[in-house]
Nanobody, 115 residues
């Protein structure tokens, strides 16, 4: 069974920064592509950033230049550094991976950005 546990959410003012982490277990992390999603109340879940097993990142246009996704294959941990946060970044942030044809999700961590 794959387990994903997110940490690092909180409340910050606009312009602030947070670093999210996602601890993964139950899979060969170093060969797994990993993704961050977010969901705000009343909105659909949206992809924020993903990173291949080789470390190549990709970002949603709304976060390019502000967020950085990274991974530590020794610690089996995924990160999301979020800088210059905006109120529209307020959401629950989820870690995701697709492993052996199944999608796995963490329970999420809440990020609140006040203006």
């Amino acid at each position: 069974q794959v387990y994903l546990v997110e940490r690092g959410g909180g409340s910050v003012q606009a312009g602030g920064a947070l670093r999210l982490s996602c601890a993964a277990s139950g899979l060969n992390f170093r060969i797994a592509a990993m993704t961050w999603y977010r969901q705000s109340p009343g909105k659909e879940r949206e992809l924020v950033a993903n990173i291949t097993s080789g470390g190549s990142p990709d970002y949603a246009d709304s976060v390019k230049g502000r967020f950085t996704i990274s991974r530590d294959n020794i610690r089996n941990t995924l990160y999301l550094q979020m800088n210059n946060l905006k109120p529209e970044d307020t959401a629950n942030y989820y870690c995701n991976t697709r492993w052996k044809s199944r999608d796995f999700w963490g329970r999420g961590t809440r990020v609140t950005v006040s203006s």
